[in-house]
């Protein structure tokens, strides 16, 4: 599966050396990276109301793979700005600072960032299943600030955006009624 997922990688990296990035390389490759992001980041959580809606359990198997390829391309999106901003640090905070939408995608990835680094089995048994839980629910924040980060960076068509959004707030709302329905049986 992560092979797979790298497959867009591949892609980019030919495109790259053969020149068929277009006028704008820095643009496009930037454009694929956060899109592959957030498409992966919303893929890992549909993972688990597609188990609850289907009864399949396979869902539950791959989801910490796509949370952690979203984690990858959402950091190849941002070392590739930084290599659009010649990898200075005063540029970079200033831009962070002046633009919201640049603002919000850096948020969504500093909350991205623990969440990788807490991914594995070992780090579950340190923190404990309830705290580990807790924390990984930043990842709702992260997705939501990864749609408005797509939306305010959409210039015409927000299309791409606006289906984005609708998907996750499907994603919530069956995580919602399932909360709903677990309460009212209790």
Known sequence: MVVGGLLPVGGLLLDAVTGA?????????????????????????ACTPLRLLTGWTWPARVRKALGLLAFVYAALHFLIYLFDHAF????????VLKRPFVTVGFAALVLLVPLALTSTRDA?????????QRLHQLVYVAVGLGVLHYWWGVKK????PLIAA?????????????????????
């Open 157 to 160: 068509d927000h299309t791409a």
């Open 166 to 186: 609708l998907v996750v707030a499907a994603l919530f709302a069956v995580r919602l009624l399932r909360q709903r329905r677990a309460r009212a049986r209790s």
């Open 21 to 45: 990035l277009g006028a704008n390389p820095v643009q496009r490759a930037l454009l694929q990276t956060g899109q592959l992001a957030l498409a992966l980041l919303i893929l890992s959580l």
């Open 124 to 132: 579950v048994r340190r923190m404990g299943f309830a705290r580990w």
């Open 88 to 95: 200075t640090p005063g540029v970079v905070l200033e831009d």
